[in-house]
């Protein structure tokens, strides 16, 4: 029959009832997607939090399996952990402490929760140097700057060094040539071999990381990173990256940071067969809470919404500040 004007498609019968939308919805978010970063220092009791970032903390070991015990209970069940060591100096040495703060949390948290938790640990050196670069620096240049074939040695250490004391999986994070091949001979040959990579293999040197060196205090000192950290413009470089950390043994591969570099994900997602990371790093979750504390947005259906973008264009884990938050909304 011929109905003029009348259209024959109408998408909205399948939106109408609330039940229908849930039932068909394509792209859907859980838990399980994600991890909870965790910014560890020496002491006891702590609890600081930091202000560019509401409701994320500098914790102690302790107050650590705490914070870990709430995400838990919420459906977390993945960390990435953050050192704050309680000293620094030019070659970050106490990076290498099987004392360290990082091998300390990881023991606790073994202790506490078992194989109920999944415990990642940021491989770099940033934190640990008092000059805020990501490893040895050196002249070789002809000018100050980082000496990545001097650091990949240090690096291959102090992955086995987390290894022992429990990490589960390493995530290199200073985008050093080599350091992928490096770190999986170094847990090879310390019997490690069953231990998985995840690479920052796609790391931008953006403007979204402000809040996170006040967090992890690591601002650099001097320069920048951009030497070692990917041009924002540079997409084919991306999947270079990438290929290059799979070839030497990356199990998995992250895209740093996530909400602007979308289009990134899905082509490393469409190009290669390994599971792909990304970050929602501190400044998208910066902008996200001043918006909500301004009353400009509404918290909850914007991180909602991003994060279901960020899973939407490929990633299969999603490192965010939100985990805890996403999860309680997820199962009300």
């Known amino acids: 029959m011929d109905y003029p004007g009348f259209p024959l498609s109408r998408p909205r019968r399948l939106r109408h009832h609330p039940l229908m939308r849930r039932l068909l919805k394509e792209t859907r978010l859980d838990p399980a997607d994600f991890v909870l970063p965790l910014f560890i220092r020496q002491g006891k009791g702590i609890r600081k939090e930091v202000s560019s970032m509401p409701g994320v903390f500098q914790l102690s070991p302790d107050t650590a399996v705490e914070e870990a015990g709430k995400a838990i209970a919420a459906g977390v069940k993945a960390f990435l ?28 948290l073994k202790k506490e929760f078992h194989d109920n938790c999944l415990l990642i ?39 086995v060094e987390h290894a022992r004391a429990g990490a589960d999986l390493v995530a290199p994070s200073g985008m050093l040539d080599g350091m992928v091949g490096a770190i999986r001979l170094g847990l090879d040959e310390a019997g490690f071999n069953h231990l998985p990579i995840m690479s920052y293999a796609v790391k931008f040197a953006s403007g979204f990381y402000g809040p996170f060196r006040e967090a992890a205090e690591s601002p650099p000192q001097f320069g920048d990173r951009q030497s070692y950290q990917m041009d924002g413009g540079n997409a084919r470089e991306a999947l270079k990256e990438a290929a290059l950390d799979i070839a030497q043994g990356a199990d998995l591969v992250m895209v740093k940071p996530a909400l602007a570099y979308l289009d990134i994900i899905r082509q490393v997602r469409d190009r290669f067969e390994v599971p792909i990371a990304a970050y929602s790093v501190s400044g998208e979750y910066a902008m996200i809470r001043a918006a ?25 884990v999603i490192i965010t500040y939100h985990a805890v938050q996403a999860a309680t909304w997820l199962s009300g």
Do not use: M, N
């Open 81 to 108: 952990l953050f050192g704050i060591p309680a000293s620094k100096d030019a070659t970050g040495s106490s990076a290498l402490d099987p004392e360290g703060i990082v091998c300390q949390s990881l023991r606790a």
């Open 292 to 316: 909500a504390k301004a009353g400009w947005i509404d918290e909850r259906k914007v991180a909602l919404e991003t994060l279901t973008a960020i899973k939407r264009a490929g990633a299969s």
């Open 121 to 159: 640990t940021d491989e770099c050196f940033c934190e640990y140097t008092d000059h805020g670069h990501c490893g040895i620096l050196s002249e070789k240049t002809g000018r100050l700057d980082l000496d990545g074939d001097a650091t990949l040695p240090l690096l291959a250490r102090q992955c």
